[in-house]
């Protein structure tokens, strides 16, 4: 049996964790394996728990009186058989017969110094990580991370399974949008590791527009391009996969500046979609862009400037498009998923033997 902790669902409306955690759920609902779901009442503000049709009776219904003190429960299941404990967001199943597993998607927290809040998140989940039986790095930039930080974890029981990227994602004939033709997409989150500002001042001189995609402008980031970008940019607010997918058939790249990533969906995304993409060359992303035509290898306004002229020559806009369609071949879901079946799998023949 599997049994697996959705409590992501509870803690964020929307993200690159939700998007993993929905399309795992996803894919092993067309399987026969035997899965419980650990769900709350707040689940359904998740955009990408909405998108689920999980059987009512696969559900394990629990109460979150507060979503600070649930991330610290071990969560206590009535099962007598060995099974596979998987939380969404580090959390361990203290059962003896649990077969814990944990994912790792990345360390930015260890990339400058905490607040008392992360500090406390941090610690966390090194506890989950070494309470693991198996845990589950995103790319190899992680696992490297993760050696780093966590140095006392047994290397054997740490395993490699990229992230996929959604169907939904392909090139389109007609470009849907002619007017994004101009535009730099913008996708995702705008900590501060990802550089966002850096952006605006790279396009501030230039004919660009910018299009931003993701959760509503703050008042600080309005008044920025208010005042660098006046009347050149627009944003789409949490646009669905359809949607991100014509934005991404019809605008001239992706800028993505961060310098930080576990993994880095919206390259993979981009790229099954025909958009080139122009990024740094840290963390995961060289291990994952594949062609490094585009990778800045530092972060200048230059660089960047000099990575959007050569996509103004055809054959070489042409030649890294064909890179990227070749690339994304790497990484499915339905791959990602299948691989953690195998490790489930060979985690319960282990103990049941």
Known sequence: MIVLDNIIFSLQRAGGISVFWQQLISNLLKTSED???????????????????????????????????????????????????????????????????????????QQSKMTLKQRIRTELNVQAIKNSDAVVCVSENTKRDLMKYVPDVDPSRVHIIYNGVSEDFRVIDETPYPDLKGHILYVGGRQSYKNFPFLIDCIKDTEFHLLICGSELSNEETALLDEHLPGRYKQIIFPDNE???????????????????????????????????????????????????????????????????????????????????ENCKRFSWAKMAQEYINLYNHLLLRNNS
């Open 243 to 325: 949607e991100l997918n014509k934005v991404y058939n019809s605008v001239y790249a992706l800028a993505y500046p961060s310098s930080y990533e576990g993994f880095g969906i919206p390259v993979i995304e981009a790229q099954r979609s025909g958009c080139p993409v122009i990024a740094l060359d840290a963390s995961s992303i060289p291990e994952i862009i594949g062609d490094h035509s585009l990778l800045m290898e530092s972060l200048t306004k230059n660089e960047f400037l000099s990575k959007l002229d050569l996509l103004r020559d055809p054959k070489t806009r042409s030649r890294i498009i064909s890179a990227g369609l």
């Open 35 to 109: 899965i419980r779901y650990i769900e709350y009442e707040s689940s359904d503000c998740n955009l990408f728990r909405q998108r689920l049709d999980i059987p009512e009776s696969s559900i394990i219904k629990k109460k979150l009186n507060s979503k600070l003190i649930a991330q610290f429960l071990h969560p206590r299941i009535n099962i007598k058989e060995k099974f596979i404990f998987h939380s969404s967001y580090f959390r361990t199943c203290s059962l003896k017969n649990a077969i814990n597993v944990t994912t790792v998607h990345d360390f930015i927290y």
